[in-house]
């Protein structure tokens, strides 16, 4: 059984597929109360966590049952922690009145998990 085949990488790639999915659910919800139902001093925090949630999932759920190395696959994991501490920080803001302390280790994740996924696909 080669590396690609390893069921630990299936089920890894499965979860980062379905958490996409729920991420990109979520955060059409969040948009929709932002929209709707948030205070308009919160709602741009809201809505930016909700189009980089958006954006996220939809490129894990595409992105996670291509990834065939343990190179993509940190790569795509590290996009799902950057983006639940960018948005989780940008909502503990908007909803607690909490500073976004996180939000910078959430984005600085975002970019090297993109780097990452960069050089993990020119690897080819």
């Known amino acids: 059984m080669n590396l690609q085949s390893?069921?630990?990488l299936v089920v890894l790639r499965r979860y980062l597929a379905a958490f996409g999915s729920l991420l990109a659910g979520l955060s059409v919800a969040l948009?929709?109360?932002?929209?709707?139902?948030?205070?308009?001093?919160?709602?741009g925090r809201m809505l930016q966590a909700a189009v980089f949630g958006?954006?996220?999932?939809?490129?894990?759920?595409?992105?996670?049952?291509?990834?065939?190395?343990?190179?993509?696959?940190l790569a795509l994991s590290m996009l799902l922690l950057g983006?639940?501490?960018?948005?989780?920080?940008?909502?503990?803001?908007?909803?607690?009145?909490?500073?976004p302390m996180l939000a910078p280790f959430g984005g600085a994740l975002l970019i090297a998990g993109w780097l990452l996924h960069a050089y993990d696909r020119l690897r080819g």
């Open 6 to 8: 390893t069921p630990r």
């Open 31 to 43: 948009s929709a109360y932002a929209m709707h139902a948030a205070e308009p001093s919160a709602q």
């Open 54 to 73: 958006f954006a996220h999932g939809l490129a894990l759920t595409t992105l996670a049952p291509l990834a065939q190395r343990p190179t993509a696959l």
């Open 83 to 99: 983006v639940f501490l960018f948005c989780g920080s940008l909502l503990a803001a908007a909803l607690l009145g909490l500073q």
